[in-house]
């Protein structure tokens, strides 16, 4: 089951327009959710991000649209799909409604809540071999665009196809100044020492939820300091460890880019500090 607009229809009757907004030219926005035994994780932070999202593409937020709101949905939908006392990832859809060109005739919104079986309630640190690339064929703008969740993800697509076709895990994304900015599907981190850094949403790297939670849990760290600073792809095989976030996962290591590899000593450290964020937070 799905919902869609309110209304919960089966998957094989789940249909849009072909006119729909987001098909069409890109005009819409997602956000994907842990939901671990009808416990929204970070559900907060992912509901202003969606909200800031459509205010900065000029998205008409309807008035029901409140936290409650949309919590009741999806707790509604998970249990109609019996997920209620299971892991499950939700995403949440936001289109512009029909009609215009690139000048939309009505600035509205439709909405999709879909949902899906995960296999573990809790982050876990994969221990899985995971060999990186840089993706330098095509490039992501910085600029605040690119911090969003929008449909327009041809580049993360391409390099993810880039990836697979030449046998790696997952490929590194950069920006039109060479800047190192993130994977396909995660936010990247580099260990160096005590430094741990990252790249600031300046240079174009999604605004991630588990970012956030991460950033709060290093600033605390008295062993290490962050840095959110600019990232040459030289830096790559100077640091001592590579690893992504992204809000399903939470955290995973990297094991090698070209002929560096890497430990995962302070990964390992901080996936309990994620959880036990995410207990407090659900």
């Known amino acids: 089951?799905?919902?869609?607009?309110?209304?919960?229809?089966?998957?094989?009757?789940?249909?849009?327009?072909?006119?729909?907004?987001?098909?069409?030219?890109?005009?819409?926005?997602?956000?994907?959710?842990?939901?671990?035994?009808?416990?929204?994780?970070f559900w907060e932070s992912h509901y202003f991000r969606l909200m800031s999202s459509m205010r900065l593409l000029r998205m008409q937020i309807p008035m029901e649209f409140s936290p409650e709101f949309l919590e009741e949905k999806i707790l509604e939908l998970i249990k109609e799909n019996k997920l209620?006392?299971?892991?499950?990832?939700?995403?949440?859809?936001?289109?512009?409604?029909?009609?215009?060109?690139?000048k939309p005739d009505?600035?509205?919104?439709?909405?999709?809540?879909?949902?899906?079986?995960?296999?573990?309630?809790?982050?876990?640190?994969?221990?899985?071999?995971?060999?990186?690339?840089?993706?330098?064929?095509?490039?992501?703008?910085?600029?605040?665009?690119?911090?969003?969740?929008?449909?327009?993800?041809?580049?993360?697509?391409?390099?993810?196809?880039?990836?697979?076709?030449?046998?790696?895990?997952?490929?590194?994304?950069?920006?039109?100044k060479k800047s190192v900015i993130e994977f396909t599907n995660a936010n990247i981190y580099l260990v160096k020492g005590n430094i741990i850094k990252t790249p600031p949403l300046s240079d174009g790297c999604l605004k991630g939820v588990v970012r956030e939670k991460l950033i709060e849990i290093i600033n605390k760290s008295e062993e290490f300091e962050l840095k959110e600073e600019s990232i040459s792809p030289f830096?790559?095989?100077?640091?001592?460890?590579?690893?992504?976030?992204?809000?399903?996962?939470?955290?995973?290591?990297?094991?090698?880019?070209?002929?560096k590899?890497?430990?995962?000593?302070?990964?390992?450290?901080?996936i309990g500090k994620l959880n036990a964020q995410a207990r407090l937070a659900s």
Request: charged fraction near 25%.
């Open 1 to 41: 089951m799905v919902n869609i607009n309110g209304d919960l229809i089966s998957l094989k009757n789940s249909k849009i327009s072909y006119l729909n907004r987001g098909f069409q030219y890109g005009d819409a926005v997602f956000e994907t959710i842990r939901v671990i035994n009808s416990k929204i994780i």
């Open 106 to 176: 009505d600035r509205g919104i439709d909405y999709i809540l879909s949902c899906k079986k995960i296999d573990n309630p809790f982050f876990v640190l994969e221990d899985k071999f995971c060999e990186v690339e840089l993706f330098k064929d095509h490039f992501v703008n910085s600029g605040l665009l690119s911090t969003l969740k929008t449909n327009n993800k041809i580049v993360n697509i391409l390099a993810s196809i880039y990836a697979d076709e030449n046998g790696y895990d997952n490929c590194i994304l950069l920006n039109e």
């Open 235 to 259: 830096e790559l095989q100077k640091a001592d460890e590579m690893f992504m976030t992204n809000a399903i996962k939470g955290i995973q290591t990297v094991s090698k880019y070209r002929k």
């Open 261 to 270: 590899e890497y430990n995962s000593d302070v990964a390992k450290g901080f």
């Open 84 to 102: 209620d006392q299971k892991p499950a990832k939700v995403k949440i859809n936001i289109s512009r409604k029909t009609g215009g060109l690139y």
